[in-house]
């Protein structure tokens, strides 16, 4: 696809959490934690702000549901619950923010005011999250020219939904307020593989300064896409760039094929009669199962879409038909989705209820026919379902959706209009002198860091994969320490503890940097082997051991003890002696029997030297 002759245009929103305690309380942003009780809350909005609500909020607000709070020792307090006011900006995470501004060359404003963004999806108990404004109008550098950077926000991440349960939606407070640079760029994105660079990028930066958080859901990407008489969709939550890159080539799809859908419509002058039946008698003393186990105790309501015969069997990208699409409208308020004559009925076992069906809706052969079953929420469902297929005749709606790990997208909600902010009056502003942002320092680009790295030795696999650990800063703090190659330090630090994770669940995060330094400083000073480090952080991690314990009992074994090992297996296998591949074939019981004890180039050695002794 020509992405420019399609009128192309996309922005991303990056946010990414930062390794600082909580921004306005002194809470631990770690999330390790399990909660230790809960809140209920019920979210009200002002009836004074009624009036003025957007269609997304009021959205949410209809819904009327209750919300679950969930309470952790270390990791959240009253400032979360609202209860006690937010404390001070937290300074390192606002000298972060500044930095990545800088870095984006941005204009940042001398004085930063702490704002209120109403949220009422519960994620926040006080009914709006706080952000700040810390730089505008700066620019980031890609392959295909400059890409406008609109803002640098600082912001408290929301509380996550542990689960949703009828009206009850379940939130955990350990998230809430963890400090978050976002960072919106402006529409100057000019393809899916343009995307994935400027969101890369964008990441490497914030990677740069050292103090942002690593792991899954560290850093989250929203992107914008639109087509020439298409709409701006905004796709939420991604976390992959393979899949950020996928989702955007995918919604200009679906944008493209929903208005072909419209031409099509148009031609046949297709309409929404909008009369709902109530059908449940057409459906009652089926002998389908699927009646049986899905629509029997609930209300059943039909309606007829004329001219829509065939469309919504259509693929629009993805693999989804538009009566998928349809059908998330539906699930968005409770029932399971839509049945309709342009799918294969005979999977249901109902293709004589709906021929009774057509009839009685007098329904002709062009026409689609669209069930809805459901208790709560099935007037709303059959509401949403019709109105999105009037839509299909006009055009696309905006909206904001979620992501899926295929890259294709489902329907959340109607898109947000502009938030609405007001200044957060527990917080005073705060001035930033041209004096404070002279002497905050730029860090190094990844990419110049890397180039060092490879001039003292590593290789650009290792060198990527140290820039890329969290253990980055420690690396660089311990390396002209440790006598050892940087290249083995490098190995043990990213690739052996990525094995250990694979094979074992054993993860770098249970380890503290003071076991991991001991450990390599007692390989290093030939305290224990180097091939003994998967089992000692093994034995560490597991037995809840210090590593200087392990290590105590971790002997290395002299010569003379690996010799007579060496030759005890030798005499064993005696048959393989003179075997050309003997060397191949025994190297894998002598190691084992060693058990880690002796390095394996140590133990090769001396497995030659005894294999040309004896053969
Ligand atoms: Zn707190």
């Known amino acids: 696809m020509n992405y420019e002759d399609l009128g192309f245009k996309c922005g991303i929103e990056i946010h990414q959490r930062l390794d600082t305690r909580k921004l306005f309380c002194n809470c631990s942003s770690s999330m390790d934690e399990e909660p230790e009780g809960e809140v209920k809350r019920k979210l009200g909005a002002v009836p004074g702000e009624m009036g003025e609500m957007d269609p997304a909020a009021l959205y949410e607000f209809l819904r009327d549901r209750c919300f679950v709070y969930k309470i952790y020792p270390n990791e959240s307090c009253e400032v979360e619950l609202d209860e006690e006011p937010p404390h001070e900006v937290r300074g390192e995470a606002l000298e972060i923010a500044l930095q990545v501004s800088k870095m984006l060359d941005c204009d940042v404003p001398y004085e930063i005011q702490p704002m209120r963004k109403t949220v009422i999806d519960g994620s926040n108990p006080s009914g709006f999250q706080r952000t700040m404004l810390v730089g505008l109008d700066g620019e980031l550098d890609t392959s295909k020219g400059s890409v406008g950077v609109e803002n640098v926000c600082l912001e408290e991440e929301s509380a996550q939904i542990l689960g949703r349960q009828d009206n009850t939606v379940t939130y955990g407070l350990n998230r809430l307020g963890i400090p978050l640079v976002e960072i ?130 259509r693929e629009i990208s993805g693999g989804k038909t538009f009566g998928k699409e349809l059908s998330e409208y539906a699930e968005a308020h409770g029932p399971g989705g839509i049945i309709h004559t342009d799918e294969d009925l005979g999977r249901y076992e109902l293709v004589d209820e709906f021929e009774d069906l057509e009839e009685e809706l007098s329904a002709e052969e062009e026409d689609v026919v669209v069930v809805v079953a459901g208790k709560d929420g099935l007037n709303e469902a059959v509401e949403a379902v019709a109105e999105r297929a009037e839509e299909a005749m006009e055009g696309i709606p905006e909206e904001t959706r979620d992501s899926n790990e295929d890259g294709t997208t489902s329907y959340l909600r109607p898109l947000p209009g502009e938030a609405r902010m007001y200044p957060e009056t527990d917080v005073p502003p705060i001035k930033v002198s041209e004096e404070r942002m002279k002497n905050i320092e730029v860090p190094e680009s990844l990419e110049k860091k890397k180039e060092e790295l490879v001039n003292e030795g590593l290789s650009e696999h290792l060198a990527d994969e140290i820039l890329d650990s969290r253990l980055y800063g420690l690396f660089e703090e311990i390396k002209d320490k440790l006598g050892m190659d940087v290249s083995t330090l490098v190995n043990l630090m990213t690739v052996e503890l990525k094995d250990l994770r694979k094979r074992k669940d054993i993860s770098v995060k249970d380890l503290t940097d003071r076991d991991l330094v001991e450990i390599l400083e007692a390989i290093d000073e030939g305290e224990v082997p180097k091939d003994s480090f998967g089992d000692i952080v093994e034995k560490v991690v597991e037995g809840k051991r210090s590593a200087e314990e392990v290590i105590s009992k971790t002997e290395a074994l002299d010569e003379e003890t690996l010799e007579k090992m060496v030759v005890e297996v030798l005499e064993e296998k005696e048959d393989l002696l003179g075997d050309e591949k003997a060397f191949k074939k025994l190297m894998g019981p002598v190691m084992q029997k060693v058990g880690g004890k002796v390095d394996g180039s140590k133990v090769s050695e001396v497995l030659k030297e005894k294999i040309e002794e004896m053969k």
């Open 184 to 313: 919106g760029t402006a529409p100057d994105i000019k393809g899916p593989e343009h995307a994935r660079e400027t969101a890369e990028k964008i990441g490497k930066m914030l990677r740069a300064t050292g103090r942002v958080q690593r792991g899954i859901g560290s850093i989250r990407q929203d992107v914008n896409v639109s087509i020439e008489d298409g709409s701006r969709i905004e796709v939420k939550g991604l976390q992959d760039l393979d899949i950020l890159e996928e989702t955007v080539r995918l919604e200009v799809e679906r944008q493209w094929s929903l208005l072909k859908i419209k031409e099509e419509l148009e031609e046949r002058s297709a309409s929404i009669p909008g009369e709902v039946f109530d059908v449940d008698e057409v459906f009652e003393g089926s002998d389908s199962s699927f009646y049986e186990r899905v629509l029997k105790d609930k209300d059943i309501k039909a309606f007829v879409l004329k001219g829509f015969g065939g469309l919504l069997a």
